[in-house]
């Protein structure tokens, strides 16, 4: 007989996201805590307390409150010392110091949030793929435990191959002459899911190093070999279109890898949790209308961004203001306040104001994604991180890359050579090479032309992977499924 007592309400799942504390990592994160709010989970974002502090300073109290929506932030420590706001930290000290301190504090936060009893219980844990450890603190207490990790796919295959350099003897490096004598050139072609042609020079600049114990070497080759094949499935923001053979070949090694990407407004509208934002510094206000006064030549505008860590020197930012200058294009250049290497002094060189006559607008940081589904951007001089590049094909701009580091290589590689959505500008380029640079990614015929046509068709198939049917749309509610099905 049916009881006519109200039965409790099934628990929700419960779903911990740590991403690791970048920019970089921390914005498709929050793309996909949204996504899996708007699906019924009840979400806990997890923050450094450092970055908390930025963002509390960045976007006030707003950043952090959904209201009574079920979507809470949480902050663990990152085992750096506490150092101002301003002193952006350094990424290689902060990995060492995680992977130290980070086991103890989610385990400790996991029941603590248990033992609070004000939200159903954890279900679930997705960490960032550059903290595999944490897999291992779920797995021993009874949770299901995915990765996102937030590189491309070619990116992450590479790092997949790391121990097979090492074993075959690539890496590491002989001496310190390998980085000039050429054999940086050596073609890797051996590693299946590759574009062909290859080289060593094409694969995260972690393997350009002498050291047998390099941190950032032998991080890589733990999280590839142990800590992935541990999770119960990998989580990549990009789409089978795009990846088709990298995919491929990590799924050969790795079957429960779900592409969700572009993470972008389909799967995160700007409308949903508005105020809930990931921005570590507070972009100005001015971009999208001073875009707006350029809207008229649409695509002219010509915009420079080099992401959240890329660190130059006072001379190379004189030669890319000179080059700028000299281009001819409108340009939109944001240069972050910590950007310039011992440069607190730096500031734009004498005469260039005038040189530029109102043509550019330099600010120290934007909403990037705003400026580029901007219909007056035209290209993007771009370091290629993997966000970067993956919302430059979202919004269809095609790209002149100047990559830094990681696997920002790897990823200029394929956007030059295999999507065609991608220009190269020489490493050390002076103001001669940035000027002929953006000319021809600018201009109306000619290589640029060819980038910006690949860029628009490239921008189709990308909005079609996150729209219903598409197949990144179709990984995500697969991965949901899953998800939901493992709470405990
Ligand atoms: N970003 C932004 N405004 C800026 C610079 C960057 O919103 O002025 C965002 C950008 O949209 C991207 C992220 O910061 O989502 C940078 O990530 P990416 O992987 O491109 O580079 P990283 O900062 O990790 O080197």
């Known amino acids: 007989m049916a009881s006519s007592e109200p039965q409790p309400k099934p628990a929700k799942p419960h779903v911990l996201l740590i991403p690791y504390p970048a920019q970089g990592h921390v914005n498709p994160f ?33 950043a952090f409150d959904a209201g009574d929506e079920g979507f809470r932030f949480e902050t663990i420590p990152d085992g750096l010392p506490l150092s101002d706001l301003d002193a952006t930290q350094d990424i290689w000290a902060l990995c060492k110091a995680t992977r130290r301190t980070g086991p103890a504090a989610v385990r400790g936060l996991v029941e603590r949030l248990n033992r609070a009893g004000d ?27 995915y990765l996102f ?35 940086l050139d050596t073609p890797v072609d051996w590693i299946a899911g590759m574009l062909p042609g290859a080289r060593l020079r094409d694969l995260p600049t972690f393997i350009r190093t002498t050291d047998p114990d390099d941190t950032m070497l032998t991080i890589n080759i733990k999280q590839c070999e142990l800590d992935s094949p541990a999770a119960d499935g990998i989580l990549l923001n990009t789409f ?14 790795l079957p429960n890898t779900f592409t969700v990407g572009p993470l972008g407004p389909e799967v995160a509208p700007p409308s949903y949790l508005p105020s809930l934002t990931s921005s570590l510094w507070r972009g100005d206000d001015r971009c999208v209308a001073w875009l707006d006064g350029h809207a008229e030549a649409a695509g002219s505008v010509v915009y420079v961004n080099f992401g959240s860590i890329t660190v130059v020197t006072g001379e190379q930012m004189d030669e890319f203001a000179w ?24 500031a734009l060189p004498e005469g260039f104001a005038e040189a530029v006559a109102g043509r550019g607008l330099t600010v120290g940081w934007c909403d990037q994604e705003a400026v580029l589904e901007h219909p007056a951007t035209g290209g993007f001089l771009s370091h290629c991180g993997w966000n970067s590049t993956l919302e430059s094909l979202r919004a269809g701009v095609p790209l002149l890359c100047w990559p830094f580091f990681s696997e920002q290589v790897t990823n200029c590689r394929y956007a030059c050579e295999e999507w065609g959505v991608g220009l190269e500008m020489p490493r050390e380029a002076g103001r001669e090479e940035v000027e002929a640079a953006v000319r021809e990614l600018m201009g109306a015929e000619g290589r640029g032309a060819a980038a910006r046509r690949k860029a628009a068709e490239w921008k189709e198939k990308a909005r079609a992977a996150v ?11 697969r991965f949901v499924q899953e998800m939901a099905l493992a709470k405990c």
Request: aromatic residues 10%.
């Open 30 to 62: 929050l793309k996909l805590a949204k996504a899996l709010h708007a699906r019924g989970f009840h979400v806990t974002f997890v923050h450094t307390e450092y970055n908390h502090g930025r963002l509390l300073r960045a976007r006030g109290a707003a």
């Open 119 to 145: 939200a159903p219980p954890v279900s679930c844990v997705v960490a960032d793929g550059a903290m595999g450890y944490v897999v291992h603190v779920a797995k021993e207490m009874g949770l299901p435990a």
């Open 149 to 183: 990790f937030t590189p491309s796919g070619c990116g992450f295959l590479a790092y997949l191959n790391f121990d097979q350099l090492v074993k075959r003897g690539y890496v590491p490096l002989k001496d310190e002459s390998c980085f000039t004598n050429g054999y």
């Open 240 to 253: 089978d279109d795009l990846e088709r053979r990298a995919l491929g070949a990590i799924r050969a090694r």
């Open 323 to 346: 080059g700028l200058a000299a281009a001819g294009s409108p340009f939109l250049w944001v240069v972050r306040p910590d950007m310039v290497r011992d440069g607190g002094g730096w």
């Open 467 to 477: 729209a219903p049917g598409g197949s990144s749309c179709a990984n995500l509610e």
